[in-house]
């Protein structure tokens, strides 16, 4: 659009090209535009044939002038518009004088820019469609339906596997040179049929497509058709793909038929329709597509017969792909010569085209129960199609469900639809969040440094003074010898004194000693600031006092001959026994206590993140969610690799509602791990929180092909150990689905139809065929190997079967040593969860993440794998228990019970239930049926240590004894030994009782329960001063049990001696 600077002043309008024409007669209709300004013509374009395509060229150009003084002003520039009306020529029928023409729309040229200054410009501006032009259906979604046809199946006789890689065809007909067909450097790669997208991918249907794709007759095309997708069309291909996940693919036969010579045939579209024969339609979920970072879809579909109102239910399609191509087909196979007339393949396709075309409308949004239909199941299934037509209603597409036919087809995109985030730009955000804890230097100093500079001053001293002795008394001490009384010893000792305090000697060895202890004050005591009150200092320095005496006592001993030393037996108590202790605290509820047995830990390798990620998990057990965040990133810093810190670190930004860092690290993980079944889960459930179910459904379904995978190795490894083979159920599987995330500036999409087991003429559906499926449907009610498999990547710990772990059904092992107790298997049984979110309850029950857990649970009962179980059971059991409500509790136990009665984990959860409740003969006869059977509970310390406590209470010693023995040789703690010792001592095996109370005391020497029968043993065996001394511990540390201490001063009274306040 131009203005010309001249005296008219005239403005010219040039209306060059049309796009996406559609006219009431025919697909090529002939139309001219009229340009109008103010109410006047300024004239008519050429009569254009539209294009097939739906386009058309009027290098159109018109005029008018404006003068500022009068006519056509600057202010009707302003506020009127250029009309461009299009007008259909409609062809003469016979008899008729003059042309019938049709308006088909209108566009509306905003003049304004001239004003603005513009001297021209361009623009293109939409076709308003009048009312009932055929314009109309073109207006609602601004892109019309691309049917893209796959024609010329090739029909295989079958014997022999089509090879791979083979070269992909150009869709098009008639290609003289047969190498022609092939296009260059693209080729069909295939895959194995469990990476497949599609519904035939699982383990009992390989043996079906085999034979199905090498032995049976099958119809291949091996085509590829390759569209453009401007950034709008993108758009436009997210939109429907969210709005209707699956798209059909339409397959039907064409007759070929040849046209007599001299007659100009004449076709109804009704009789082309009718010719289409064996119509059948598989649907394609395309949502995969809108996963982050797919670019490819590759699977193989079901054929169902084609039915209206089913395609519309799952596709939103009203009509067939065939009701507007079925023609052109037909009239393509009357000429002949091409390669087969068998089959058509059809695959709906959004595209940009010029040429107009019947409505297909495919943009209905799905109801809320589309997002959730049942997945079309395999042929092998023996579970029927919801949607199953009647054979009255498509008697020939019939067929293909009792053939088993299914197609083979992949859709590749050239860029996601999707972006996907990179693995550096996930670490880089976790790296920002949380930088990396460099590795602590190692210091000089130090508690232990100080108190070694302490015994090496002592010994100097010592050297010192010894030589000063020797000096003044040497040759008197080699005359007397050992005859040497203690006067002249005494008379020495002041001599020595008076000359060292004299020469100043007494204050040079305090200043050299003075260093060493302000170091133990300021290390070991962590005093550096000055005390309150005069009390507390006193008190200071007589612990300090204390302490110094007894170094100087051991750094003396350590500089005397070796025949008058005495080691000292003292017992370490390892990471792993310590870890055991806290526990044994939480159980008991004394959560004091295990915090400091967890920060004892922390303290001795505090770059251990094991153990920041174990303290963690007990802050969550006591809801100090800020606490274990804290720790789970201090692990996260110092190995941004873990996976573990990573998983608990998004499982606490969720659980703080701080939901784009979850992200990041649910994200993360599964880049750094993209087997983790428990990662993708996670995943899955955030989204769910999101309320973004296509990509909760995109994690869910990754998450179970990990674990079909996972299933699949150790089947393989299984099978190659012992040759033997154990079988389970296999369930169906997760249908996956995704919403949009993204919206790319371009992208390239290409199909490829590779192969089809495709329907055959009614001669060719083969007995043997139809045999082949029943074969497989009965072949489906066999069961699929099963594994028995144990995570190695999850961190292990000791875990209550009441606060932590969920029982499993079996178990192969049984804990021998405390080590073993320390890492369990999780379950009791080491075999892989049925269920994507089974295995991930494990993981959150491990780390008290309970409130997560409900959440898992509704899924695991939803699940076509899962639902209730007795793992199941016994996990709500679990929470309850947490909970104190022992009903609930007892309710679940007993449909565990039901369900696997023969469970050891049944009856020792049981045990634990009556014993808190305090049914303690319940408890006796749970806990006994428990350690009865083959295999163990998944845990049985606690189970030990309760039915001896209960054999105490009702005074079976000698099962008291049994029962404790049997706890000390797998996992011994103080409380194990204390058992022992009190049952020992009942038998009146005093011996026996002081050596289990001293192995207590070793282990921990702050229990006044152990104080106490240390007083009892030594007042029954008659040591004066070690009874004074345990029951003085005894009493500092409050013991709480007054009976025990009533009896201790009966047994005081009785001997005459123990209690130095007598």
């Known amino acids: 659009m131009e203005q010309v600077s001249s005296t008219g002043r005239p403005v010219q309008i040039t209306v060059t090209d049309g796009y996406d024409l559609k006219g009431f007669k025919g697909d090529t209709p002939v139309t ?3 340009a109008e300004f103010s109410q006047v013509v300024l004239g008519d374009s050429a009569k254009v044939t539209v294009s097939p395509e739906g386009t058309a060229k009027y290098n159109f150009t018109s005029s008018f002038e404006f003068n500022p003084e009068g006519g056509i002003t600057l202010d009707d520039l302003a506020h009127k518009p250029v009309f461009l009306t299009m007008t259909e020529v409609l062809p003469k029928e016979k008899k008729q004088k003059d042309e019938k023409t049709l308006i088909l729309g209108q566009a509306v040229v905003d003049l304004l820019p001239l004003l603005e200054g513009e001297s021209s410009f361009e623009t293109i501006i939409p076709l308003h469609p009048v009312p009932g032009s055929p314009l109309e259906s073109l ?58 997208e599609g519904e035939l991918n699982h383990l009992e249907d390989r043996e079906f497509r085999n034979q199905a794709e090498c032995i049976k007759k099958r119809i291949t095309w091996d085509l590829e058709s390759r569209c453009y997708l401007d950034p709008p069309a993108v758009v436009s291909f997210q939109k429907r793909i969210v709005d209707c996940r699956f798209w059909p693919v339409e397959i ?18 009704t009789d082309d329709e009718s010719q289409l024969s064996f119509h059948g339609v598989a649907y394609v979920n395309m949502v995969p597509l809108l996963y982050p970072g797919v670019k490819r879809i590759r699977g193989a579909f079901h054929v169902y017969p084609y039915l209206d109102s089913t395609v519309y239910e799952k596709t939103k399609c009203l009509f067939s792909l065939f009701r507007d ?43 809320p129960g589309d997002m959730q239909a049942p997945s079309i199941k395999s042929q092998s299934s023996d579970t029927p199609l919801e949607f199953e037509p009647s054979l009255s209603h498509n008697p020939e597409g019939q067929q293909y469900v009792e053939a088993g036919t299914y197609i083979v087809l992949e859709i590749q995109l050239d860029k996601a639809l999707v972006p996907k985030r990179m693995p550096e730009e996930l670490a880089r955000r976790v790296k920002d969040m949380i930088p990396p804890r460099p590795p602590l230097t190692r210091r000089t100093g130090g508690a232990q440094k100080a108190v070694s500079d302490y015994h090496m001053q002592i010994k100097n001293i010592s050297r010192a003074i010894l030589d000063e002795y020797h000096r003044m008394f040497g ?23 008076y000359e060292l305090n004299c020469s100043g000697k007494y204050f040079a060895f305090k200043e050299q000693l003075k260093h060493a202890v302000v170091k133990i004050v300021r290390e070991k005591y962590l005093k550096t600031t000055s005390f309150e009150s005069q009390e507390e200092l006193q008190t200071f320095i007589s612990e300090l006092y204390v302490f110094l005496v007894d170094q100087m006592h051991v750094a003396l ?24 202790f806290a526990f044994e605290a939480e159980v008991n509820e004394n959560f004091e206590m295990a915090a400091v047995y967890y920060e004892e830990r922390l303290v001795r390798e505090p770059q251990n993140l094991e153990h920041w990620l174990d303290y963690g998990a007990f802050c969550l057990l006591t809801e100090d969610n800020i606490k274990a965040q804290e720790c789970f990133r201090r692990a996260l810093s110092l190995n941004q690799n873990h996976i573990h810190s990573l998983l608990l670190c998004g499982v606490l930004a969720v659980l703080m509602e701080n939901y784009e860092q979850a992200e990041i690290f649910f994200e993360d993980a599964t880049c750094l791990e993209p087997t983790n079944v428990v990662a993708w889960t996670l995943l899955g459930l955030y989204y769910e929180i999101q309320n973004n179910d296509i990509r909760m459904e995109m994690a869910f379904h990754e998450a179970f092909k990990q674990l079909q995978a996972r299933m699949l190795q150790a089947q393989v490894a299984k099978q190659r150990g012992t040759g033997t083979v154990e079988y389970i159920e296999e369930g169906g599987k997760v249908e996956s689905s995704l919403g949009p995330w993204g919206i790319t500036n371009g992208s390239a999409t290409a199909m490829t139809v ?15 065929f139809l045999e082949e499926s029943s074969k497989l449907q009965s072949d489906s009610r066999e069961n699929i190997l099963s594994l028995q498999y144990q995570d190695p990547t999850i961190s292990q710990k000791p875990s209550n079967i009441l606060l932590k772990d969920t029982p499993a059904k079996k178990e192969t092992s049984k804990c021998q040593d405390s080590s073993t107790f320390l890492h369990p298997s999780p379950y009791g049984v080491s075999q892989t969860p049925a269920t994507i979110f089974m295995e991930t309850i494990r993981f959150l029950m491990k780390v008290n993440a309970v409130q997560y857990v409900h959440r898992v649970l509704a899924h695991e009962l939803l699940c076509p794998q899962g639902g209730p179980s007795c793992e199941y059971y016994l996990v709500l059991a679990q929470t309850h228990l947490l909970k104190k409500d022992f009903a609930k509790a007892e309710e679940y136990l007993q449909q565990a019970a039901q369900m696997d009665y023969l469970n050891p984990n049944v009856w020792g959860m049981k045990g634990h239930l009556y014993f808190l409740s305090g049914n303690h003969a319940e408890a006796k006869a749970c806990y006994e049926r428990t350690i009865s059977f083959v295999v163990d509970a998944s845990e049985m310390h606690f189970i030990f240590l309760r039915l001896g406590h209960i054999y105490l209470e009702e005074k079976e010693y000698e099962k008291a004894k049994k029962t404790y023995l049997q706890a000390c040789k797998r996992s011994p703690s103080c409380l194990t030994w204390l058992g022992l010792g009190i049952a020992c001592y009942r038998l009146e095996e005093l011996t026996e009782a002081e050596d289990a109370l001293s192995e207590a005391n070793a282990l921990n020497n702050h229990n006044a329960e152990v104080w106490a029968y240390l007083a009892l043993v030594s007042l029954k065996a008659g040591r004066e001063l070690e009874a004074e001394q345990a029951y003085k511990y005894t009493m500092k540390l409050k013991l709480k049990d007054e009976t025990l201490l009533a009896e201790i001063h009966m047994v005081q009274e009785a001997v005459g001696f123990g209690n130095p306040s007598f």
């Not at 089959?343 to 075309?357: G, P, Q």
């Not at 040759?475 to 004194?497: I, P």
């Not at 590779?754 to 043997?768: Q, T």
């Open 32 to 34: 001219f535009i009229r």
């Open 139 to 196: 207006r609602s979604g601004a892109k019309k339906d691309y049917p893209i046809l796959f024609k010329n199946g090739t029909l295989k006789i079958g014997g022999e596997k089509e090879p791979v890689p083979r070269p992909k065809k150009w869709p098009i007909a008639n290609i003289l040179a047969p190498g022609a067909n092939d296009i260059p450097n693209a080729f069909i790669i295939g895959g194995p049929y469990e990476e497949e």
């Open 252 to 269: 039907t036969r064409v007759p070929l038929t040849t046209v007599p010579k001299g007659k100009a045939a004449k076709f109804d579209k």
């Open 325 to 367: 191509t079925g023609h052109h087909l037909i009239q393509n196979n009357k000429i002949g010569g091409i390669n087969s007339p068998l089959s058509k393949l059809v695959v709906s396709k959004n595209l940009k085209e010029d040429k107009a075309v019947k409505e297909k409308d495919i943009e209905g949004r799905p109801r």
């Open 475 to 497: 040759k008197q001490v080699a005359k007397l010898g050992s005859d040497m009384d203690s006067e002249t010893l005494e008379e020495q000792k002041c001599q020595l004194n």
């Open 557 to 580: 001993n350590q500089t005397m001959p070796d025949d008058v030393q005495h080691a000292l037996s003292t017992i370490y108590t390892s990471n792993e026994q310590l870890r055991l």
């Open 754 to 768: 590779e192969a089809a087991a495709g329907p055959r003429d009614p001669s060719y559906i083969l007995d043997d």
